[in-house]
């Protein structure tokens, strides 16, 4: 299930089915949740691949905040990070 936060409140976005209780692919959560458009994810094909179980309440306004929590869920450095180093 996910939803988005607007106008400061929760709206219904969707739900998803079939995904098993290993959870989602990272690549899946990132179109499910508009952060990019399918033809744009690239990367590392494990990482990618790595599964995320869960429910998600989304602001379209805080890209930023997505990626982070979702290279902290896989272990991983965000992109802008890595670039610095």
């Known amino acids: 299930m996910y939803l988005q936060w607007k106008d400061g409140r929760p709206q219904w976005k969707g739900a998803t089915v079939g995904f098993g209780s290993g959870g989602m692919p990272i690549r899946n959560v990132l179109t499910m949740l508009n952060a990019v458009s399918p033809q744009y994810v690239e990367g590392d094909q494990a990482l990618l691949d790595k599964k995320i179980a869960g429910d998600w309440v989304f602001d379209p306004?805080?890209?930023?905040?997505?990626?982070?929590l979702l290279c902290a869920a896989a272990d991983a450095t965000p992109a802008a990070k890595t670039a610095a180093a």
Request: glycine share 0%; aromatic share 0%; no cysteine.
């Open 61 to 68: 306004q805080a890209l930023a905040e997505i990626e982070r």
